[in-house]
C-alpha cells in the first residue's frame, strides 16, 4: 500500500469534518492509513475493542483508549470508513501506484486490460479479457484464464444511522507467487489494509472467488465455485471441494480437506478431513 499525501490536514480538522470528539495531539497531520499494528504517526486507523496498549498515530475508536491522537467514535469502523472516502475524494491523500513491469517473456492477450502499477514476471500467460487492477504483483510461470478480474475492491460497507451504505475503500496489493494458475471468471479482490496472498503452486479452478485480505499458502488447490471470505487464511496444500464457503477469517491448516458443499465456520486442523453444513470433523486425511 503506497499512500502518498497531497494536501495537509490536521487531526482536529478531521474531527471536524466527522463531527467526533478529539483527545490528544489535536495538531498531529493526518498522512497516511494503517490497520492497529501499523506504528506509525500521522497514520489514520481505527479500533473498535478496549487496549491497555497505547496505540500510535489517529486512531478512531472508544472514548477508553489510550492513544497518541484519538478521534471519539461509538462506531469506529463507520467513522474510519467516512474519514477514508473524505480524505481520498479531496486530495488529501492519494494512492500511488508503483512502476508497472511485464517480462517480455510473458504473453498479454490483446483484450486484456492492464492498470498502471501492475507488475509480472517471465513466462506467463494472460487470457482474453482479462482486467488486472493497479498494484498487483504475479510471478513466473503463471496462467491468468480468459474473462478474470484481480485487484478489484472488495465488497466492505458500514451501513449510516440513516440506512445508506458507506464503501470501505480498499488500498492494499495482491500478491500472487510463482507457478499460479487461475481458471476462467474468477475474482481475486485487492487487500483492504493490507495485502491479498496467493503462494506459489496454487491452483483454482472456474468461478472460484477470493475476498480481500485471504492469505493462501503453497499448493492450495480451489475447485469450481469454492468462494472463500474476507481474511481466510488457507495452509499449505489445503484442498477446498466444489461449492464450498469458507466464512470471514477462518483458518484452515495445512493439508487440510474440505468436502464438496461445505460451509466451513470454524477453524480446520491440519491434516483432517471436514464436510457438510456446517462443516464437521470426518477424519484424518
Known amino acids: 500500500?503506497?499512500?502518498?499525501?497531497?494536501?495537509?490536514?490536521?487531526?482536529?480538522?478531521?474531527?471536524?469534518?466527522?463531527?467526533?470528539?478529539?483527545?490528544?495531539?489535536?495538531?498531529?497531520?493526518?498522512?497516511?492509513?494503517?490497520?492497529?499494528?501499523?506504528?506509525?504517526?500521522?497514520?489514520?486507523?481505527?479500533?473498535?475493542?478496549?487496549?491497555?496498549?497505547?496505540?500510535?498515530g489517529v486512531v478512531i475508536g472508544p472514548s477508553s483508549l489510550n492513544a497518541e491522537t484519538l478521534l471519539i467514535s461509538d462506531n469506529p469502523r463507520l467513522d474510519f470508513c467516512k474519514a477514508l472516502n473524505f480524505?481520498?475524494?479531496?486530495?488529501?491523500?492519494?494512492?500511488?501506484?508503483?512502476?508497472?513491469?511485464?517480462?517480455?517473456?510473458?504473453?498479454?492477450?490483446?483484450?486484456?486490460?492492464?492498470?498502471?502499477?501492475?507488475?509480472?514476471?517471465?513466462?506467463?500467460?494472460?487470457?482474453?479479457?482479462?482486467?488486472?487492477?493497479?498494484?498487483?504483483?504475479?510471478?513466473?510461470?503463471?496462467?491468468?484464464?480468459?474473462?478474470?478480474?484481480?485487484?478489484?475492491?472488495?465488497?466492505g460497507f458500514e451501513q449510516d444511522v440513516d440506512g445508506e451504505w458507506i464503501r470501505f475503500p480498499h488500498l492494499g496489493s495482491v500478491i500472487i507467487g510463482n507457478n499460479v494458475e487461475i481458471g476462467a471468471l474468477n475474482r481475486v479482490c485487492v487487500g483492504s489494509l493490507g495485502d491479498t496472498i496467493i503462494g506459489s503452486g496454487v491452483k483454482t479452478d472456474n468461478l472460484v472467488h477470493i475476498a480481500h485480505n485471504c492469505n493462501i499458502g503453497d499448493n492450495v488447490m480451489l475447485t469450481a465455485c469454492s468462494e472463500l471470505s474476507g481474511g481466510v487464511s488457507l495452509g499449505e496444500n489445503v484442498w477446498i471441494g466444489p461449492n464450498s464457503t469458507i466464512t470471514e477469517k477462518v483458518s484452515i491448516g495445512k493439508n487440510a480437506l474440505v468436502g464438496i458443499g461445505s460451509l466451513v465456520r470454524k477453524n480446520v486442523a491440519a491434516g483432517t478431513v471436514v464436510a457438510g453444513s456446517p462443516a464437521k470433523f470426518l477424519k484424518d486425511r
Open 1 to 56: 500500500m503506497n499512500i502518498i499525501s497531497k494536501k495537509k490536514i490536521l487531526a482536529f480538522e478531521l474531527a471536524s469534518e466527522l463531527s467526533l470528539s478529539i483527545k490528544g495531539d489535536r495538531n498531529q497531520s493526518v498522512k497516511n492509513v494503517g490497520n492497529i499494528e501499523y506504528n506509525e504517526s500521522n497514520a489514520i486507523k481505527f479500533f473498535k475493542a478496549h487496549s491497555e496498549c497505547h496505540l500510535s
Open 87 to 155: 480524505l481520498i475524494e479531496n486530495d488529501y491523500l492519494q494512492i500511488q501506484p508503483e512502476a508497472s513491469f511485464v517480462h517480455p517473456s510473458s504473453k498479454i492477450a490483446d483484450s486484456a486490460i492492464l492498470e498502471e502499477g501492475v507488475t509480472i514476471g517471465a513466462n506467463c500467460i494472460v487470457e482474453h479479457n482479462v482486467v488486472i487492477h493497479k498494484n498487483t504483483y504475479i510471478g513466473e510461470k503463471c496462467i491468468i484464464r480468459a474473462n478474470t478480474v484481480i485487484g478489484a475492491q472488495g465488497f
